[in-house]
T-cell receptor
Framework: GAVVSQHPSWVICKSGTSVKIECRSL??????MFWYRQFPKQSLMLMAT?????????EQGVEKDKFLINHASLTLSTLTVTSAHPEDSSFYIC????????????FGSGTRLTVV | QKEVEQDPGPLSVPEGAIVSLNCTYS??????FMWYRQYSRKGPELLMY????GNKEDGRFTAQVDKSSKYISLFIRDSQPSDSATYLC??????????FGKGTKLSVKP
């Protein structure tokens, strides 16, 4: 089945530094990738949608300059949290879709970011 | 009104019970319906996938879609402690993104 690899699984960084999270579709081409944020005991919050070769579409309230998304190939998308602050600490999850109509979303295993 | 509504629970049942998880959706154009299971600190994994109305069965799990009432259900028979997780429903049309429910946290007590 479809596999999405997300790396790293967890990261601790100092306040003010930047962190990059990678999301790779291993055995299929992902025309669309999604980035979510999930706080403890809460549901997935869609942050942005990215299509290969084009700019990401951010959800309302998500700072595009803070959460930089790059989807340079059909198998790789990256999320960079710039100038991280403790309030950015969260669980970040990516998912990939090969496209409609018979599409499903395959999720990565998530990245737990702790900013100290 | 959110496009996909799901009772967040939590839902606690004894081992062996039948579990019923439900969602409603508002967009009549939705054709794809999915259930994901998410264990703590893990990414969601696809559990069931149905297209249009009807039932789909996979082992102890049955997914049911009633497009006339815009109602999505997931039934778990003979529930096990290992079924304890958060279950998310999702719906979408032939274009556009999947819309997720908030998730229902299920706890199966031994």
């Amino acid at each position: 089945g479809a596999v999405v690899s997300q790396h790293p699984s967890w990261v601790i960084c100092k306040s003010g530094t930047s962190v990059k999270i990678e999301c790779r579709s291993l055995d299929f081409q992902a025309t669309t990738m999604f980035w979510y944020r999930q706080f403890p005991k809460q549901s997935l919050m869609l942050m942005a949608t990215s299509n290969e070769g084009s700019k990401a579409t951010y959800e309302q309230g998500v700072e595009k300059d803070k959460f930089l998304i790059n989807h340079a190939s059909l198998t790789l998308s990256t999320l960079t949290v710039t100038s991280a602050h403790p309030e950015d600490s969260s669980f970040y999850i990516c998912s990939a879709s090969s496209g409609p109509p018979n599409y499903g979303y395959t999720f990565g295993s998530g990245t737990r970011l702790t900013v100290v | 009104q959110k496009e996909v509504e799901q009772d967040p629970g939590p839902l606690s049942v004894p081992e062996g019970a039948i579990v019923s998880l439900n969602c409603t959706y508002s967009n009549s154009a939705f054709q794809y319906f999915m259930w994901y299971r998410q264990y703590s600190r893990k990414g969601p994994e696809l559990l069931m996938y149905t297209y249009s109305s009807g039932n789909k069965e996979d082992g102890r799990f049955t997914a049911q879609v009633d497009k006339s009432s815009k109602y999505i259900s997931l039934f778990i028979r003979d529930s096990q402690p290992s079924d304890s997780a958060t279950y998310l429903c999702a719906s979408g049309g032939s274009q556009g993104n999947l819309i997720f429910g908030k998730g229902t946290k299920l706890s199966v007590k031994p």
